[in-house]
């Protein structure tokens, strides 16, 4: 974990609820697809934390839904506002057992988090298939992104308006090896229940400090209670208790 300034590059908004941001710092710390950060948001007493899209040199990728005060502020800084992260936070996604044709799953606002995976997994020679899963057809972003990366890219939305119409789970039907998923708790309990395969999947939890010490995200897993900051916020599958 480390604490440092970063300097805010761009902030593009990608729907009407869903800014991209691109921020300039030392990310030495930031070491696997899948782990976090916990933004010190002006106006703000507690951190907010934010998955990690992408690292790229000193540079990170976050996708930040406007969802309260502190995502609204976030939203609207300018570039080149100064912000103070802790970054390196939790474990990510590993390749192990990703096999040949690892199946990415996201929902809303944890398909921004699929990206440095995705990379990763193309990097290793893996042919990925992306499932976008969305409300509506206004909330879709990052195809074009990911389809640049080579994934085949799948969107999906309940009400029909854009891609196949269905949810999270109907994605299981495409073929694959493994699955990787972050999106929300309701999404990743359905997926977990279904899939047999090797799996995991990112949790988001209401956070605290963000680095094990104030117990605010712990879980019920199948080997006892678990922080969501430090255990995870990825957990292999069938091990949480949902
Ligand atoms: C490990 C992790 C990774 C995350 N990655 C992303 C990401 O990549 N992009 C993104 O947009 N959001 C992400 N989130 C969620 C994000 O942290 C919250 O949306 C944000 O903290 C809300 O701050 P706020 O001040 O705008 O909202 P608040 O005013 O604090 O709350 C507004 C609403 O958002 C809900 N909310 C607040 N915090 C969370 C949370 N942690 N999880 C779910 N709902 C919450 C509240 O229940 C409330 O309904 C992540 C959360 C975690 C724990
Ligand atoms: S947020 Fe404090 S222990 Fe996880």
Not at 180 to 194: E, K, Q
Request: aromatic share 6%.
């Amino acid at each position: 974990m480390k604490q440092t300034p970063f300097t805010l590059l761009e902030n593009t908004p990608l729907t009407a609820e869903v800014h991209q941001l691109r921020l300039r710092g030392d990310c030495a710390a930031v070491t696997a697809p899948g782990q976090f950060v916990q933004v010190l948001v002006p106006g703000q007493f507690l951190r907010r934390p934010f998955s990690v899209c992408d690292r790229s040199g000193d540079t990170l990728t976050l996708c930040v839904r406007r969802v309260g005060r502190g995502t609204e502020t976030l939203c609207s800084l300018p570039a080149g506002a100064t912000l103070d992260l802790l970054t390196g936070l939790g474990n990510g996604f590993t390749l192990d057992h990703a096999g040949g044709a690892p199946l990415l799953i996201g929902g809303g606002s944890g398909v921004g988090a699929l990206y440095g995976l995705c990379r990763a997994l193309l990097a290793a020679g893996k042919s990925v298939t992306a499932a976008l899963c969305f409300r509506s057809a206004e909330q879709i972003y990052y195809v074009n992104q990911l389809k640049a990366l080579g994934a085949a890219v799948r969107v999906y939305t309940e009400d029909g308006g854009a891609g196949t119409r269905g949810r999270a789970t109907d994605a299981l039907a495409l073929p694959h090896s493994s699955l990787y998923a972050c999106g929300p708790v309701a999404m990743l309990a359905a997926l977990d229940g279904l899939e047999s395969g090797p799996a995991q999947l990112s949790l988001e939890a209401r956070m605290g400090c963000g680095f094990g010490a104030c117990m605010g995200c712990t879980i019920e897993t199948a080997a006892g209670a678990r922080r969501v900051c430090r255990d995870g916020p990825v957990f292999p599958g069938k091990a949480v208790v949902w």
